[in-house]
């Protein structure tokens, strides 16, 4: 196929930035937010930032003064990637970059997703909704296994039980903040990968180590300086390395998915196992995130990247010119 390079609207457009939110990952969005707005500015583009806080009168009020072209939508967390503001930028009529209301909604709740994903025949891990009180009793799960939030993103209270004990079930429980139901899922021994798709492009698989020995990628693996390490492309096995490209841009397509999701792995060498964890639809657009990592192994700028997600909410975007998928050192 034949791909047009994309180059900066000679019409600059004004875009209007949404950041900081309530949710947990509210920093984490204020971050994107900013390198965001450099990078539309770099463009060629107007920016207005609007800070998307308690009072969604004030955020829709902000966003009819700007009178913005398009939003770029760098909000996480729920309220941001739910579908809730999609939903007002809906009744606005403001295109917006990412997915749309439902998109969104069945993306942020892993019970929904879960559901989605089995039906398209993807990998997922064994899993179960539990309750505080349930989970009390009794362990939802043989261990070891895996107990999450069913709406919260960057791993926001993800526990892993590798040996079950009812003592620590009951602090879990007791201690529960993220609604009435928890997500418990069979624990996947092995690698975490991950790969971006843009479009209709899976880009490249980047495999993920938190600096921690014997860590996880949690929340501070994530955002904090020298946190983790990335890896692109992953050195895997080719057909792994195929296997996970595919079923990225098949979640992508089973769930709805616009503009830009990332689908994250576990990856169990000694069986060959490859599963689903979680599809994100508002990808983190930090420094240290993954998909413009991703975007610039395949020839595409962070400027050129935020460019095209407001040409795509346009419905403006032409195909992206990407450089061949980085090939991995098969071990």
Same mark, same amino acid.
């Given at each position: ?59 829709? &009020?902000?966003? *009819?003064?700007? *009178? ?11 309220? !941001? ?11 606005? !009529? ?5 997915? !749309? ?32 009180? /349930?989970?009390? *009793? &009794? ?8 107990? *999450? ?65 014997? !860590? ?25 390395? /195929? ?29 060959? /196992?490859?599963?689903?964890? /979680? ?36 419905? &403006? ?15």
């Amino acid at each position: 196929m034949t791909y047009t390079p994309i180059l900066p609207t000679s019409t600059p457009l004004s875009i209007a930035v949404l950041m900081g939110g309530t949710s947990s990952e509210r920093s984490v969005s204020l971050s994107s937010g900013k390198a965001v707005m450099a990078a539309l500015k770099e463009a060629g583009h107007h920016v207005h930032a609007i800070d998307a806080g308690p009072d969604i009168t004030a955020t829709i &009020q902000a966003l *009819k003064a700007c *009178k913005p072209d398009a939003v770029f939508n760098a909000l996480h967390g729920p309220g !941001g990637e739910d579908g809730a503001i999609q939903g007002v930028l809906e009744w606005l !009529g403001l295109p917006y970059t990412h997915s !749309g209301v439902l998109a969104s909604a069945i993306a942020m709740n892993k019970a929904s997703t879960r559901m989605a994903l089995q039906a398209a025949g993807l990998p997922v891990a064994e899993g179960c909704l539990t309750t505080p009180d /349930e989970l009390k *009793k &009794q362990a939802p799960l043989p261990a070891p296994y895996v107990l *999450k939030p069913v709406a919260e993103g960057s791993s926001v209270g993800v526990h892993i039980i590798h040996k079950d004990d009812a003592e620590r079930r009951t602090s879990i429980a007791d201690s529960w903040t993220f609604g009435p139901q928890i997500l418990a899922e069979r624990f996947i021994p092995g690698r975490e990968l991950t790969v971006a798709v843009l479009g209709d492009d899976a880009l490249a698989v980047t495999e993920i180590l938190p600096q921690e020995s014997g !860590g996880f990628y949690d929340f501070a693996a994530k955002y904090q300086a020298n946190g983790s390490r990335h890896i692109i492309p992953a050195p895997l096995p080719a057909h792994i390395t /195929e296997q996970a490209l595919a079923l990225a841009r098949k979640a992508h397509q089973a769930l709805g998915c616009k503009g830009a999701s990332r689908t994250d792995y576990r990856y169990n060498s000694d069986s060959d /196992e490859l599963v689903i964890l /979680e599809v994100n639809t508002q990808p983190g657009m930090t420094a240290t995130s993954l998909l413009p990592e991703q975007a610039a192994a395949r020839g595409v700028s962070y400027p050129l990247l935020c460019h095209w997600l407001v040409m795509d909410a346009l419905g &403006q975007a032409h195909p992206l010119s990407l450089h061949p998928v980085p090939l991995p050192d098969n071990r």
